[in-house]
T-cell receptor
Framework: GAVVSQHPSWVICKSGTSVKIECRSL??????MFWYRQFPKQSLMLMAT?????????EQGVEKDKFLINHASLTLSTLTVTSAHPEDSSFYIC?????????????FGDGTRLSIL | DQQVKQNSPSLSVQEGRISILNCDYT??????FLWYKKYPAEGPTFLIS?????DKNEDGRFTVFLNKSAKHLSLHIVPSQPGDSAVYFC???????????FGKGTKLSVKP
């Protein structure tokens, strides 16, 4: 079945560091990828929609200068958390939609646990 | 304001019995509903879905029921197995290109 690979799975870094998270669709092309954030015991909250070849669409309240998204190819989107601080510690999950099967459910990566010290 | 609500944060069921997970939504325009299963430190895995034109969809041990008038859907798992223990998220969307709106999830524990 369709697979979405997310890397790294866990990262611990110092406050002020920038962290890049990669999301790849392994066996399908995705013009649209999604970035979610999940706090403990909370829902998955959509942060932004990543569109291949164009600017990402950010949800209300999400700082686009803080969370940089690049979707340079049909199989790769990256999320960079710039100058991360402890409050950015969370579980980040990406999702991709198969462009040839838009009515099929989105496929999710395994998430990245980000811990900022 | 939450558009998709899962009011039970947890549910414990004996192996072999039925698990019923509930979900309510507020937007009557939602036309597609999905259930995802999530293990710790993993991303959600699609389980089953239902279109708003149907009121039931069955796939093996999993059945989803949709009551549009009540804006309520439920996931039935029967018989429940210990491997079903996970967090179950209900999600809704508007149209094929719509974004998924998730509930907060219900943690299911199936005890042997």
């Amino acid at each position: 079945g369709a697979v979405v690979s997310q890397h790294p799975s866990w990262v611990i870094c110092k406050s002020g560091t920038s962290v890049k998270i990669e999301c790849r669709s392994l066996d399908f092309q995705a013009t649209t990828m999604f970035w979610y954030r999940q706090f403990p015991k909370q829902s998955l909250m959509l942060m932004a929609t990543s569109n291949e070849g164009s600017k990402a669409t950010y949800e209300q309240g999400v700082e686009k200068d803080k969370f940089l998204i690049n979707h340079a190819s049909l199989t790769l989107s990256t999320l960079t958390v710039t100058s991360a601080h402890p409050e950015d510690s969370s579980f980040y999950i990406c999702s991709a939609r198969d462009q040839d099967r838009v009515n099929q459910p989105q496929h999710f990566g395994d998430g990245t646990r980000l811990s900022i010290l | 304001d939450q558009q998709v609500k899962q009011n039970s944060p947890s549910l414990s069921v004996q192996e072999g019995r039925i698990s019923i997970l509930n979900c309510d939504y507020t937007n009557s325009m939602f036309d597609y509903f999905l259930w995802y299963k999530k293990y710790p430190a993993e991303g959600p895995t699609f389980l089953i879905s239902i279109s708003s034109i149907k009121d039931k969809n069955e796939d093996g041990r999993f059945t989803v029921f949709l009551n549009k008038s009540a804006k309520h859907l439920s996931l039935h798992i029967v018989p429940s197995q210990p491997g079903d223990s996970a967090v179950y998220f209900c999600a809704a969307k508007l149209g094929s290109q719509g974004n998924l709106i998730f509930g907060k999830g219900t943690k299911l524990s199936v005890k042997p």
